[in-house]
């Protein structure tokens, strides 16, 4: 039996009342990947609990355990001692369970404050839906949390950041006994995020049980009381927060030292390569000029929703900018479709890799001959053999995991496609790689051989854009670090100007 | 170069298990039993079935509509759908007949009737891939405008009086038993097997039909694609459209009512995923087969037309839920 | 006041003004109340049909059987007057809905349990549940003769200068939009296939949200096909063939998005009234029924374009609201 | 049975068919040894009928009747029918010559067209009016030939105007919008007239529901079982039709005939034809049966229960 499952389950040294929810050696299972492994932690009253660990450590996975949208294969879960199974999200909104995911799961097309009370509805005598009620009601939550958002209003029409409250409003909507808020502050302002924090105390005073998700240390410690870290899908240590120094933390969360975490090789930076002008978009980004050198890694930063993908999308040939010059190699160049972008060497590894970089029921060599079926063909005619060698080599030079080459891509382990989206495009031989995100959602070993990779593509001459959301991967591999706020360039940071105080200062607008 | 990792070099397998495996477990397969099973019960229940002529006849039932399928299979793998493709029938038909009224000869009638199969295509190709409509309504639309074109052209009128020789193409015989229809049905198979599982142009088909962002995202002119395959689908129905019209000999603006239906019917018991980005050609060739020996069949036996349909959709329903049903089995008594 | 004719059912119903203000030119009485009322009453049928299909075509699905569903149960419901005239009335509407809810069900579950798609589904039992009706009829027709007089007379009694008919449309349309707007079920269905996976995260079971919605779909038909048999008084197989696609039609029209999750009951009754306009002007304006179907197919085209361009061109609120404001400002300088 | 018949119609399901199949049995019981496979399509289609004839052909039929959805299309599959021994004739709705030996008409079609237009004269006070025309499809053969008769023979009925003519296509929606929408835009029209019976029905409903019994008639060709309820209303006096039990039971004659060798079936030949006497080929290569017969209703009762 597990270590850490004994300690919560015996002498339950965190909190002090008995627990509200404890789960139980729960694991689970996906295709290539055991996301959770026999993990066993408890959630006490009046406790906000950080659940903290790399990217792709399985944080999320346990919330939609705890909020019955997966099934654990093994484990048990229990709520006030009984064990249950939530079989549906119903099931656990129920038991008492309410959460803001990660992803904003919401209704483009709904209201506001349909969004907010979409499955417990107030109710009319008739037990039809009372609408004025619940307008009236997500008025009052929204203003709790200092916004003026109008309910009446579909959600389409919110930014990022508003959706977010909304999210926010919505488990706070439903009357819960263990509150779980997975990453709630990635996309908030500081007041934001001030006036959220307001609630949790709340809600901890209320005798709430709180996990709380963050990567962001200086918030877990500001407002959580016990923390859980986990690594690899195992929880491997647990703790009262004030009794625990941040570093001993971070050492248990990566299990090593950080710095080779972002192998960054220095290497001689050459002349200038890709030269962006005055790029202006019509409602995604404004007036963003930068130069890119040849060997140099770019980091653009910004909070969620600050306009990194789009531009990223917009020097790709995805969307068009409304104005601005773009050179390539001291030429001029204007780029329409990707089918441009990729012959004048440009290329793009997508945020989104299951919605924008692969298709997910083909096989592995399939995706990656796509963009240089050219290359592997014979007048149009696909030529097989062609295919799988061109597969072969970068599989293996990425060291690709997988059963074989022909299994669908669907099937890897988020690190390994993402590998199989790089090998896609360095099949293609470019001058200029962006990289949207290339480390999210991917387990710490293929994370370090990602970085890696990266460092050693700039190594060979190759200019990389890096879009990230995460300072210390920004600061860890990049050379220069453009920040965006709200679609408009809120500074340029050469390498020794970097650090987490002055991005975030900038990305956010205030300390 | 270097490789970034320390590890060992691992070698990955191009494919798995071996090439009697994979086919085994196919969909085509099943189809296949399925066909297989209806001709040794058709050959049981009537003493008629087995007649080279007989069979050679049969085969006029869904040749024509087998045509359009496989552009359909194309465009349904892509993630579209075409619910015109009847009314491009009576639209093009309509003008083989406008022109042979004005002596024009077979070549020129052949090359009118695929020219306007292939302007619809074009036509339906710019509302749904340069206008981004929704294929499925817009379609809808063109079906009841192509063939409405139809009916203001001829009202209650027919066209007939097609020069002697064009009755070729839905009448005439190539060698023995197999008609014209049936050698172009096996020929047009394998250009579109061809095309759809050994050319780029098919992979990418396939690729927009898995995610069409991602598609695009690798340099995919998704697109231009997608319009190439409406106006195949136009010529298809063009060609179609030449065959129907010269095994009838005349044209009415009601000529081939609701083949939409039967077509995409065809497409999808093929085990083209109406969902987009799976299926194979063979499989549309024997769903051809098992649609036209069901009809032919029951036809034997005097069942009307309408009892046929029952079987075609129980057909239709069975066979996509068997396998949905298998795999639900299969996990359950894995877990 | 922007606000109100930016509003796509606003549009529509203009248009539709619009529509009969010409048409009244060229025949006279063609926009009198009583003539007006006659349209509403020809189009309730089309208007409960499209009602069903929206709530469908709002989980992201689509019914391609309700017509087959019509002919049916109208063909079961024609046989029982006739063959049990002593049957009250009730009893043979209340057996129209259920057994149509019965067809209705059967996608449903298929739909549900074998997650099969709609269109795969609903294409296999347009074929099974006509051919059911010729079965059950041997292909013979039930003739106005053989129905007993209340069977039809009762949807076409006057009440207040509109026939029952017309005013079981107008309970249907209420019941609809209180159903859809006021219920955990009407909004369960906006969800399920406004976002399924957020629809999931939220509680809701989404393909029993499905199910039930092609329950009330085969339920409305089968109301439907009494009203249809009652009113044109004959029975046969091919009733209302072809009807599938009008009541898609009217939705998308409507401006129910095929993807689902966008769209209202007042989009949907414009919707089929504005095809139901037409079909009967057509006639009296004295266009050639030749050219009706070309017009029908180019409204529909027009339509969707139309409907399309107004949701595309959205971008984030940030730099639009500036970009807005910036206007606005330029203008005030 | 050695001799087999394949009766195809128009659509399956159709009370006029069904009717004539029931002559066809009839005749065939009487002739002993023959078998007489009633079918066709389920939708009025010619594409339908070439399939359900190809079957035929491949079960090795003597002979084919068979009533045309199209008088041109079935011509190329009858041909083939013909080259592999199978005697065609084509009755009720008719087949272009070179598809079939005869045609047997239910009646001639100048007295089908002359009895539409008395009919409608009869409806009309003092014979003198507007009236129109209501009909199935646009591709209908035989309800154009009838509606050519009728235009042809108008000037033998002075007073008479016909307004316009109108499609219904056999659905009961349309036609009944189509009649409404005839009323609408021609209020003068006092009679109309559906050479059809789903339209003579659609149209008796507008008059009924407009509260215009009395007032604008429907007159037609239908069958006396559906077309009961609509004497019933008042809606319709009158209207014709030919016995269609007579035509299936001499179609079936002659087509033994045939298969018997016992006529050629040529122009000016005279053929047996059981109960109904003796049919004479015309010219043409056409034969006509019988004159319509009119019910009202006084014998609507009657006949509402035979056919
Ligand atoms: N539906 C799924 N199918 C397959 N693999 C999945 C699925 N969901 C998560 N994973 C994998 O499980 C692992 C844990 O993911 P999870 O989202 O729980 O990480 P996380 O700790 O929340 O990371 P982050 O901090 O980036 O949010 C990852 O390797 C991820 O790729
Ligand atoms: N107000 C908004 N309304 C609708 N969609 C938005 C809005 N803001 C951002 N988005 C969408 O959210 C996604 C994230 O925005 P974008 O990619 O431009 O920013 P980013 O800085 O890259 O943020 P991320 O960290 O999510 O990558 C994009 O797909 C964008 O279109
Ligand atoms: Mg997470
Ligand atoms: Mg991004």
């Given at each position: 039996m597990n270590a850490a499952f004994q300690q919560t389950a015996t002498d339950s040294k965190t909190g002090d009342a008995p627990a509200i929810l404890e789960m139980r050696g729960i694991s689970q299972i996906f295709p290539g990947v055991k996301a959770l492994d026999n993990v066993s932690i408890a959630l006490h009253p009046g406790t906000v609990t950080a659940l903290i660990g790399e990217n792709g450590a399985g944080k999320s996975t346990l919330v939609k355990i705890l909020t019955g949208i997966y099934r654990p294969n093994e484990g048990e879960i229990r709520v006030d001692g009984q064990p249950v199974t939530f079989a549906s999200a119903q099931a656990a909104i129920d038991a008492g369970v309410t959460a803001i995911h990660q992803e904003t799961v919401l209704f483009d097309e709904l209201t506001v404050a349909e969004n907010i009370f979409l499955g417990h509805a107030p109710r009319t005598r008739l037990r039809t839906i009372d609408w004025q009620a619940m307008n009236s009601r997500a008025k009052a939550l929204l203003t709790a949390l200092e916004s003026n958002i109008d309910p009446t209003i579909r959600l389409k029409d919110l930014s990022i950041a508003q959706r977010h409250l909304v999210a926010i409003a919505r488990a706070l909507s439903i009357e819960a006994r263990i509150v779980i808020m997975d990453e709630p502050t990635a996309a908030l302002s500081r007041k934001e995020i001030d006036d959220l924090f307001r609630i949790v105390r709340g809600l901890r005073e209320k005798g709430k049980a709180i996990l709380f998700i963050s990567h962001k240390f200086d918030e877990v410690y500001e407002i959580a009381d016990d923390f859980v870290v986990f690594r690899d899908g195992r929880a491997v240590g647990q703790g009262r927060l004030k009794e625990t120094p941040q570093d001993e933390i971070v050492r248990m969360m990566v299990g090593r030292d950080v710095e080779n975490a972002f192998p960054k090789v220095d290497v001689a930076i050459g002349g200038p390569v890709l030269e962006i002008r005055n790029y202006s978009h019509r409602t995604e980004f404004r007036d963003i000029s930068f130069t890119l050198r040849q060997g140099e890694i770019l980091g653009i930063y910004g909070l969620i929703g600050a306009g990194r993908s789009e531009l990223s999308q917009s020097l790709f040939g995805i969307t068009r900018p409304l104005s601005g010059k773009m050179m390539l190699e001291g030429r001029e160049i204007t780029i329409h479709s990707p089918q441009d972008a990729i012959r004048a060497g440009i290329v793009y590894v997508p945020e989104e890799r299951g919605r924008h970089g692969l298709a997910l029921p083909m096989p592995i060599f399939q995706n990656m001959t796509l963009p240089s079926l050219t290359r592997t063909s014979r007048r149009g005619f696909l030529r097989a053999a062609e295919e799988f060698a061109l597969a072969r080599k970068y599989a293996e030079r990425l060291d690709l995991r997988a059963a074989a080459l022909s299994v669908p891509v669907g099937t890897l382990s988020g690190g390994n496609q993402q590998k199989v989206v790089i090998g896609k495009w360095l099949a293609t031989a470019p001058k200029v790689i962006i990289l949207d995100e290339?480390?999210?959602?991917?387990?710490i070993g293929s994370k370090a051989a990602v970085h890696g990779f990266i460092s050693e593509l700039a190594a060979e001459g190759l200019s990389i854009i890096m879009v990230s959301s995460e300072l210390p991967e920004i600061i860890g591999m990049s050379d220069r670090v453009l920040v965006m706020k709200e679609g408009l360039a809120a500074g340029i940071f050469e390498r020794a100007e970097l650090s987490p105080e002055a991005l975030v200062r900038a990305a956010t607008g205030n300390a | 170069m270097s490789t970034v990792s320390t590890h060992e070099k691992r070698v990955i397998p191009d494919r798995l298990g071996t090439p009697f495996r994979r086919i085994a477990a196919s969909w085509e397969v099943l189809l296949f039993a399925v066909a297989i099973l209806i001709f040794i019960f058709n050959s049981l229940a009537s003493p008629y079935f087995l007649d080279a002529w007989n069979l050679s006849d049969a085969t006029f039932n869904f040749t024509e509509k087998a045509m359009i399928a496989f552009a359909m299979a194309l465009l349904v793998i892509s993630g579209e759908i075409d619910l015109s493709v009847a009314a491009i029938i009576a639209l093009a038909s309509t003008a083989m007949g406008a022109a042979a009224q004005l002596g024009i000869g077979t070549p020129g009638l052949v090359a009118i009737g695929i020219g306007t199969g292939l302007a619809c295509g074009i036509f339906n190709g710019v509302l749904v891939?340069?206008?981004?409509?929704?294929?499925i309504v817009v379609t809808i639309g063109t079906m009841s405008l192509f063939r409405g074109i139809s009916y203001i052209v001829l009202g209650d009128q027919a066209y007939g009086k097609y020069p002697a020789d064009f009755a070729y193409f839905g009448q005439g015989y190539v060698v023995w038993v197999f008609s014209f229809e049936f050698v172009l049905f096996i020929v047009l198979a394998i250009l579109f097997a061809v095309l759809l599982h050994a050319t780029n142009f098919g992979r990418q088909v396939y690729a927009i039909g898995n995610n069409d962002f991602a598609a695009r995202f690798s340099g995919i002119p998704v697109e231009r694609v997608k319009f190439i395959l409406f106006l195949l689908t136009g010529v298809m129905s063009g060609v179609a459209a030449v065959c129907l019209t010269s095994r009838l000999g005349s044209t009415r603006?009601?000529?081939?009512?609701?083949?939409e239906l039967e077509v995409v019917t065809m497409v999808v018991l093929g085990g083209i995923s109406i969902l987009g980005g799976s299926g194979t050609i063979v499989g549309v060739v024997i769903a051809a087969f098992v649609m036209g020996l069901v009809t032919f069949g029951l036809g034997l036996l005097n069942v009307p037309g309408i009892v046929m349909s029952i079987f075609i959709g129980l057909l239709l329903i069975i066979t996509i839920a068997i396998p949905i049903i298998a795999r639900r089995i299969k996990v359950m008594s894995s877990r | 006041m922007a606000r109100l004719i930016r509003k796509r059912e606003t549009l529509l119903f203009l248009i539709i003004v619009v529509m009969i203000a010409i048409f009244s030119t060229r025949a006279a009485d063609f926009a009198t109340p009583e003539n007006l009322a006659g349209i509403f009453n020809d189009t309730s049928i089309l208007i409960i049909l499209a009602l069903a299909q929206m709530t469908v075509i709002l989980t992201k699905s689509i019914d391609l059987s309700v017509a087959a569903n019509l002919a049916f149960t109208g063909m079961a419901i024609a046989m029982m007057n006739a063959a049990y005239p002593d049957l009250p009335l009730v009893v043979l509407i209340l057996a129209a809905i259920v057994i149509g809810a019965c067809l209705g069900a059967i996608n449903g579950f298929l739909v549900w349990a074998?997650?099969?798609p709609p269109i795969v589904v609903t294409l296999g039992t347009l074929t099974i549940y006509r051919g059911m009706a010729f079965v059950l009829s041997g292909g013979a027709w039930v003739n106005a003769h053989q129905m007993t007089p209340v069977f039809l007379s009762v949807p076409r009694t006057p009440i207040l200068g509109l026939p029952v008919l017309g005013w079981v449309g107008i309970v249907i349309v209420l019941l609809m939009y209180v159903l859809l707007r006021y219920t955990q079920f009407g909004r369960s269905a906006y969800a399920t296939g406004g976002n399924p996976t957020a629809a999931v995260y939220a509680g809701i079971d989404t393909g029993w949200t499905k199910f039930l919605a092609f329950v009330l779909s085969g339920a409305l038909a089968g109301l439907a096909s009494y009203l249809w048999v009652s009113r044109y008084a004959v029975a046969y197989v091919d009733i209302a063939n072809g009807f599938e696609l009008d009541s898609v039609a009217a939705c998308v029209i409507g401006g129910i998005s095929i993807a689902g999750g966008v769209g209202s009951v007042a989009g949907t009754v414009l919707g089929a009234l504005f095809l139901g306009v037409i079909k009967n002007a057509l006639p009296v304006i004295g266009i050639s029924p030749f050219t009706q179907m070309a017009i029908s197919g180019t409204v529909i085209i027009l339509a969707v374009a139309f409907n399309a361009r107004r949701e595309r061109n959205r971008g984030r609120i940030i730099l639009r609201d500036r970009a807005a404001a910036e206007i606005r400002t330029e203008a005030v300088v | 049975a050695d001799i087999k018949i394949g009766l195809v119609v128009k659509s399956l399901g159709n009370g006029f068919f069904d009717a004539a199949n029931k002559g066809a049995q009839e005749a065939a019981k009487e002739l002993g040894g023959v078998e007489v496979i009633y079918t066709g399509p389920t939708t009025t289609t010619a594409e339908g009928q070439i399939e359900v004839i190809n079957s035929l052909i491949a079960q090795g039929v003597s002979a084919i009747a068979v009533s045309a959805n199209d008088p041109d299309a079935l011509v190329p599959a009858l041909k083939k029918a013909a080259q592999r021994g199978i005697k065609v004739i084509s009755w009720d709705s008719g087949v272009a010559p070179e598809g079939r030996i005869l045609q047997l008409n239910p009646s001639s079609n100048e007295l089908i067209g002359k009895m539409c237009l008395t009919l409608v004269k009869d409806h009309l006070d003092g014979g003198k009016g507007d009236f129109a025309i209501l009909s199935a499809t646009t591709t209908s053969t035989n309800q154009n030939i009838w509606i050519d008769q009728m235009k042809k023979q108008l000037k033998d009925f002075p007073g008479l105007n016909l307004v316009t003519t109108v499609y219904g296509d056999d659905l009961s929606d349309k036609s009944y919008r189509e009649a409404e929408g005839l009323l609408k835009a021609?209020?003068?029209?006092?009679v109309i007239v559906a050479p059809t019976t789903v339209g003579v029905l659609a149209a008796s409903k507008v008059v009924e529901d407009k509260g215009l019994v009395g007032k604008v008639y429907v007159t037609g060709l239908g069958l006396p079982s559906e077309m009961a309820g609509a004497i019933k209303s008042g809606a319709t006096k009158e209207f014709a039709i030919w016995n269609p039990i007579d035509l299936g039971y001499s179609a079936t004659q002659i087509a033994y005939r045939l298969v018997k060798g016992e006529t050629d079936g040529k122009p000016g030949s005279e053929i047996e034809v059981g109960r109904m006497g003796k049919i004479k080929v015309g010219d043409n290569g056409e034969a006509a049966m019988a004159d319509p017969f009119v019910y009202n209703a006084s014998n609507i009762d009657q006949f509402s229960k035979v056919f």
């Open positions: 290339p480390t999210k959602g991917i387990d | 891939s340069v206008l981004k409509l929704p294929s603006p009601s000529i081939a009512q609701g083949w | 074998l997650e099969i | 021609n209020p003068n029209i006092k």
